[in-house]
């Protein structure tokens, strides 16, 4: 007791009241948080407990979550006409208990996708997978597909993206499955994909940018922009802005953009520190295709970290992923060089 009237606990009548000063909020995917407006902070454990808790089941009719300029998450009744910052889900809130990590990670470089779903059911869930026909998309969609969600294969080549679909059908004939046509160097191409798909009125849970080329020769687009920059970013970016209505009336969604660890290799800024577009898109005497590879991932990821930034409190999360540097997928295909030098470090990469 003589701790609690230190700390100024004493003077409350149970373990769940809140001590003068406390407010109890939630986050926006329910979990609550304590803020102690004394000493301007706030912390995940009850201040008199240590429990941790999270609201269970949705809000009560009438009611929707909005968030403020700041960030800070508040509530609309509807039916009277008001807005509160205490979530009426506090009167139902269950107690969580965290499991302490194990120093052992649980998945590492020889986990497969198969492996890290399972035991889930994706069942209602709608994904696109761009470039799904071969390599990390393939694998991707169809470990997505085979844990019950409905996939849509978008892929610029349509007699390869039919046969993944029968390859997935192979495993499993009850998969929902589908091939659409996109080709990320003809933003007319992305504009159709987005149209042909919203025709479609089904949500957009799941949207992994994963396509693109590598080592490929200096060439222009149809949009006269360098195609590397394009395929690899420029498309994705198109697409993904077409989308964005579907996905924040689908949240919780999330966005995958598929990047690379060579992002950390390049720099598209001029002497000044001001963004250089001239390095995006280059001319063929300044074109060189490693640089521009490392160039379009670093855009990826720049990119995702402000799409979550900006979509994050509409309920969509947006995260790059680094794939692994030894993988052996088909993306050397642009250039004899590449291939041999993919296929003499074979015996030392990932298999799919």
């Not at 003077?11 to 986050?27: F, M, Q, Y």
């Not at 690379?260 to 005497?285: A, C, M």
């Not at 993988?327 to 642009?334: A, P, T």
């Amino acid at each position: 007791m003589a701790a609690l009237k230190y700390a100024g606990l004493e003077d409350t009548d149970s373990e769940e009241e809140l001590p003068p000063g406390w407010e109890e909020r939630t986050t926006k995917d329910g979990w609550v948080y304590y803020a102690n407006h004394l000493e301007e902070k706030t912390q995940w454990e009850h201040p008199k407990s240590g429990k941790r808790k999270r609201v269970a089941g949705g809000l009560p009719y009438g009611w929707e979550q909005e968030t403020d300029e700041s960030g800070q998450v508040y509530f609309v009744d509807h039916i009277n006409k008001r807005t509160t910052y205490l979530d009426p889900r506090l009167a139902f809130t269950v107690e969580d208990n965290p499991v302490k990590p194990t120093t052992r990670q649980k998945y590492d470089g020889n986990s497969t996708a198969m492996e890290i779903l399972q035991g889930r059911d994706l069942s209602g869930k709608v994904a696109i997978i761009t470039g799904a026909n071969s390599g990390i998309g393939f694998e991707t969609a169809k470990s997505l597909a085979l844990h019950g969600a409905y996939v849509i294969l978008a892929c610029r080549n349509m007699s390869r993206g039919n046969d993944a679909v029968q390859r997935i059908l192979t495993e499993w004939h009850k998969a929902k499955v589908e091939a659409m046509t996109l080709d990320l160097a003809s933003l007319h191409s992305v504009q159709r994909f987005a149209e042909a798909f919203k025709s479609k009125n089904v949500p957009l849970h799941i949207l992994i940018c994963n396509a693109a080329i590598f080592g490929a020769p200096w060439c222009l687009t149809e949009d006269d922009l360098e195609s590397t920059f394009q395929v690899n970013h420029l498309g994705h970016f198109y697409l993904v802005q077409l989308l964005e209505d579907v996905l924040r009336r689908s949240s919780p969604a999330r966005v995958v953009v598929v990047s690379s660890e060579s992002h950390r290799f390049t720099e598209i800024k001029d002497n000044t520190g001001k963004l250089d577009f001239s390095l995006l898109s280059p001319s063929k005497k300044e074109y060189w295709a490693m640089l521009a590879y490392n160039r379009s991932k670093l855009c990826n990821i720049l990119f995702s970290n402000e799409l979550n930034r900006r979509l994050a409190p509409h309920g969509v999360t947006s995260n790059a992923v680094h794939p692994g540097n030894m993988m052996y997928s088909s993306l050397h295909r642009s250039w004899w060089v590449y291939t041999l030098l993919f296929t003499l470090a074979r015996p030392f990469t990932k298999s799919m």
